[in-house]
């Protein structure tokens, strides 16, 4: 399924919140992503100079294996690193 998300440049990691309750930060900390993976999907840019891209990617997982991954804290989901960040991307 495809999910929105923030790439950031800066760290060139991906992030895209699993559920609304699911607040995630890219590895510099420069975005914070939350409110679920959809329609209430927000993001926040702490730093204005930050270089970033919101975009849509697919993932390899469903609404309950994000849930799952958020309630069991083992975090497979939810950032995407740099060496696994050559996914299909849709701007
Ligand atoms: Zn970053």
Do not use: W
């Amino acid at each position: 399924m495809f999910v929105k998300a923030v790439k950031c440049k800066e760290c060139n990691t991906t992030v895209y919140s699993r559920v609304t309750e699911d607040v995630r930060e890219c590895e510099c900390g420069r975005i914070r992503v939350y409110g679920g993976f959809l329609a209430h999907f927000k993001y926040d840019v702490k730093d204005s100079k930050a270089n970033y891209q919101t975009i849509k990617i697919s993932i390899d997982a469903t609404p309950d294996d994000l849930y799952d991954d958020y309630e069991s804290m083992e975090d497979k989901f939810g950032l995407v690193k740099p060496e696994e960040n050559n996914l299909s991307y849709i701007f």
